[in-house]
């Protein structure tokens, strides 16, 4: 065995993730931040992430990844994708992006922001000004591309 920081609990990625965010690197928060952090990037709802994490024998309860969470939005390592639907959606803070949203599937998917040209915007209201923009597109598959379930309704006898 080769000495290595990375354990079930956290890569050594997600340790210098946290220590440049600043925060205190707990088994949880690790475990979270290898989460998120994976290939291709990932949007997890908080009950994911506490599936994953009991999974992978990391302690804490929902509501300490609820918590955990909260933190790594405060410091804007994390950010809560205002999304269609009933889920709630974090993503690491990474570049700008934008999203497709399956319907069928709840899940979604980035598109880059550069691919997105906004014409015209209302003024914000006196006394506000524009904190961002998110725009989510609603998708859902074409009927040639829908798979077995395409052939739904057809009677087999
Ligand atoms: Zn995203």
């Known amino acids: 065995m080769t000495a290595s920081d990375d354990s079930p609990f956290g890569s ?6 946290l220590a440049e965010a600043g925060l205190q690197a ?26 994953a994490l009991q999974s992978r024998g990391a ?13 790594f939005c405060e410091t804007g390592l994390v950010r809560r994708v205002p999304a269609y639907g009933n889920t709630v959606w974090y993503e690491m803070k990474g570049e700008d992006h934008h999203h497709f949203y399956i319907e069928e599937e709840d899940r979604l998917l980035d598109i880059p922001a550069g691919m997105i040209h ?26 040639s591309e829908a798979g077995p379930g395409a052939s739904r309704g057809a009677q087999t006898r």
């Open 12 to 17: 050594h990625r997600a340790r210098s993730i």
């Open 59 to 71: 302690p804490g309860s929902l509501s300490r990844v609820y918590g955990s969470l909260k933190r």
């Open 26 to 51: 707990t088994r949880q928060r690790l475990a979270i931040v290898d989460i998120l952090s994976g290939q291709p990037p990932r949007h997890v709802s908080a009950e994911d992430l506490f599936d």
């Open 118 to 143: 906004l014409a015209e915007l209302p003024p914000a209201p006196p006394g506000y000004e524009l904190a961002g923009i998110d725009v989510l597109c609603r998708i859902r598959r074409t009927a």
